[in-house]
């Protein structure tokens, strides 16, 4: 698992999905909470036919009240959906779901050697999925698979079932000096 505030989750885990198809192995990309807006998905489906990328998400993002700053939520206002505590807007919950069940079968059809799912660890915080839901899906994972999550938020529960935890953290940021996403590096 790829989690922390840093930046770099997906592109590690860019970085393992173009190792495993270098090797041979065939690999799903799902990505949770993202749109087809991102550079990696103008190149990745053209790399391999080992490796299957599909996103899960909506143009807009979604954020807990409370989980951010007043400063913050008006950088993310125009570009988010903002939600009370306990309750995530159903569609987006949906979605989840859809990408669930996408991930039980990739996980336990014999197809794949490598699932990752990107941004799931976020759609946890999120409350769009239980816990009760990732772990059944961790634990019902085909016996050769090899699982990869991501995202920022992870809980201790998550953690203490994972068998590899990576955090990635912030020490400095340029965004902090008003240096938005640039293409090709963060989008």
């Not at 990328?53 to 988010?80: C, N, Y």
């Not at 059809?109 to 660890?121: A, H, P, R, S, T």
């Amino acid at each position: 698992m790829y989690t922390g505030n840093g930046k770099g989750k997906t592109t590690a885990a860019i970085g393992l999905a173009l190792r495993a198809i270098g090797a041979g192995k065939k690999v799903l990309f799902l990505q949770f909470m993202k749109s087809k807006a991102y550079s990696e998905h103008s190149i990745l489906p053209e790399l391999s036919p080992n490796l299957t990328l599909e996103t899960i998400g909506k143009p807009f993002f979604v954020i807990k009240e409370g989980s951010m700053t007043q400063e913050e939520l008006d950088k993310w206002r125009e570009t988010a959906v903002i939600f009370p505590p306990g309750q995530p807007p159903r569609e987006y919950m949906e979605l989840v779901e859809k990408g669930m069940k996408k991930a039980e079968l990739a996980l336990t059809c014999g197809e794949y050697d490598l699932v990752i799912l990107d941004e799931l660890v976020v759609a946890l915080h999120f409350e769009l999925v239980s816990w009760e839901r990732v772990k059944e899906l961790i634990e019902n994972k085909g016996e050769k698979v090899e699982l990869v999550l991501t995202g920022r938020g992870a809980t201790p529960e998550l953690i203490e079932v994972a068998d590899l935890v990576t955090e990635m953290r912030e020490i400095k940021h340029y965004y902090t000096q008003g240096v938005m996403a640039r293409k090709g590096i963060e989008n």
